[in-house]
């Protein structure tokens, strides 16, 4: 079992940045960020393998954000810059224990509660 704390969400202005905090409560094999608009389906953000530091993205944010961590303290971070009004969203992080090939929701055993990110125009 492991318990994950989002923090880091916020009202900002199109254009800003923010820096989006996990923290689990045991070390995971990985890591991920997705979003949920309303009225859309969750979706896939981004996602760090922590024993070989690889790290994933979805296209609409490469080059915008940064996922990075601290393993000792079983923390995730995701840098958001750029940021547009079509990131609007609650930010949810996950984690699950074991490899796969790719990262849709159901692939993640733990959930945060979610923070939300609002981008005005």
């Known amino acids: 079992q492991v318990q994950l704390g989002e923090s880091g969400g916020g009202l900002v202005q199109a254009g800003a940045s923010q820096r989006l905090s996990c923290a689990a409560s045991r070390s995971t094999f990985s890591m991920a960020w997705f979003r949920q608009a309303p009225g859309k389906e969750r979706e896939f953000v981004s996602a760090i393998i922590w024993n070989i530091g690889s790290t994933y993205y979805a296209d609409f944010v490469k080059g915008r954000f940064t996922i990075s961590g601290d393993y000792a303290k079983n923390t995730v971070y995701l840098q958001m810059n750029s940021l547009k009004p079509e990131d609007t969203a609650v930010y949810y992080c996950?984690?699950?224990?074991?490899?796969?090939?790719?990262?849709?929701?159901?692939?993640?055993?733990?959930w945060g509660q979610g923070t939300q990110v609002t981008v005005s125009s």
């Open positions: 996950a984690a699950r224990d074991s490899w796969s090939p790719n990262r849709p929701p159901k692939t993640y055993k733990y």
